[in-house]
T-cell receptor
Framework: DTEVTQTPKHLVMGMTNKKSLKCEQH?????MYWYKQKAKKPPELMFV???????INESVPSRFSPECPNSSLLNLHLHALQPEDSALYLC????????????????FGEGSRLTVL | AQSVAQPEDQVNVAEGNPLTVKCTYS??????LFWYVQYPNRGLQFLLK??????LVKGSYGFEAEFNKSQTSFHLKKPSALVSDSALYFC??????????????FGTGTRLLVSP
């Protein structure tokens, strides 16, 4: 299994809603990532988890709250979002972390397209 | 800081012709360079990478890339383009952040359109 599965594929929410994006991988990867991609732009790193611990937070607003319940799952909890948060949210994983991760590829899910009204 | 630049927003090529998608890099230390492809409404797929060794790197779907240290370039190439190669291509550089974890920095992307 070389897939990273993301749900839901599409999500529409109001600014007062609370929702979650989910990501799952069964490749035994130790690092998991959230990226945000706006239309016609490159993905931008949001968070990195290594061995289920938050390792990198790229100064993301607190209305985005990541969670890694176990080594296979990664969630992104959304609350009080703004319309400018509408984007494609990509989850990725890599086999290694730290120095070894520098030379390895990321495996991406197909993304969750979020629209905030 | 590590960065890559993709000077072309779009590349047009006829099916069967060779294609080149350009990428230049700016890094301190050894460059770890990647190409990813993104099809419409999909996630990114890894194509190939340069870490060390042979300057010509072969990857998925018949793509290859040439690492040129003197020109700080890592151009993506394919000898014969297919209509199905039409997609968004991202060059990326990998570097460690201060916490010791990988950060992949992407270029702005180049849209490849292959006409029949």
């Amino acid at each position: 299994d070389t897939e990273v599965t993301q749900t839901p594929k599409h999500l529409v929410m109001g600014m007062t809603n609370k929702k979650s994006l989910k990501c799952e991988q069964h490749m035994g990867h130790r690092a998991m990532y959230w990226y945000k991609q706006k239309a016609k732009k490159p993905p931008e790193l949001m968070f990195v988890y290594s061995y289920e611990k938050l390792s990198i937070n790229e100064s993301v607003p607190s209305r985005f709250s990541p969670e890694c319940p176990n080594s296979s799952l990664l969630n992104l909890h959304l609350h009080a979002l703004q319309p400018e948060d509408s984007a494609l949210y990509l989850c990725a994983s890599s086999q290694e972390t730290g120095l070894a991760a520098n030379t390895g590829e990321l495996f991406f899910g197909e993304g969750s397209r979020l629209t905030v009204l | 800081a590590q960065s890559v630049a993709q000077p072309e927003d779009q590349v047009n090529v006829a099916e069967g012709n060779p294609l080149t998608v350009k990428c230049t890099y700016s890094v301190s230390g050894n460059p770890y360079l990647f190409w990813y492809v993104q099809y419409p409404n999909r996630g990114l797929q890894f194509l190939l990478k340069y870490i060390t060794g042979d300057n010509l790197v072969k990857g998925s779907y018949g793509f290859e890339a040439e690492f040129n240290k003197s020109q700080t370039s890592f151009h993506l190439k394919k000898p014969s383009a297919l209509v199905s190669d039409s997609a968004l291509y991202f060059c990326a550089v990998s570097g460690l952040v201060s916490t010791g974890f990988q950060k992949l920095v992407f270029g702005t992307g180049t849209r490849l359109l292959v006409s029949p």
